[in-house]
């Protein structure tokens, strides 16, 4: 069974940078393009960046060279690296494999806020 488990949010100043981590219980991890989504205060859920198998990356312009995203194949885990964080990056954060939009897990909530 599909299932992903998000963590590292928490509570930061607006500059400052988190970690995420996403531990995916996915067949075939390695073969698989990842993504991080978030979900803002009174939004819908948005796409933020993916990470093929390969390593190609693609960010959404809002957070394009301020978030990193990578992988870990052998341990099937997956990280946003996010610096110089804004208020508007204010959200809960979910991972999941592109294309799929189902077996959300229950993300890991991230507030930037002085």
């Known amino acids: 069974q599909v299932q992903f488990v998000e963590s590292g949010g928490g509570l930061v100043q607006p500059g400052g940078s988190l970690r995420l981590s996403c531990a995916a219980s996915v067949s075939l991890f390695s073969f698989k393009s990842m993504a991080w989504y978030r979900q803002g205060p009174g939004k819908q859920r948005e796409l933020v960046a993916t990470?093929?198998?390969?390593?190609?990356?693609y960010y959404v312009d809002s957070v394009e060279g301020r978030f990193t995203i990578s992988r870990d194949n052998a341990k099937k885990l997956v990280y946003l690296q996010m610096n110089s964080l804004k208020p508007e990056d204010t959200a809960v954060y979910y991972c999941?494999?592109?294309?799929?939009?189902?077996?959300w897990g229950q993300g890991t909530q991230v507030t930037v806020s002085s």
């Open positions: 999941n494999v592109v294309g799929r939009y189902d077996n």
């Open positions: 990470v093929s198998s390969g390593g190609n990356t």
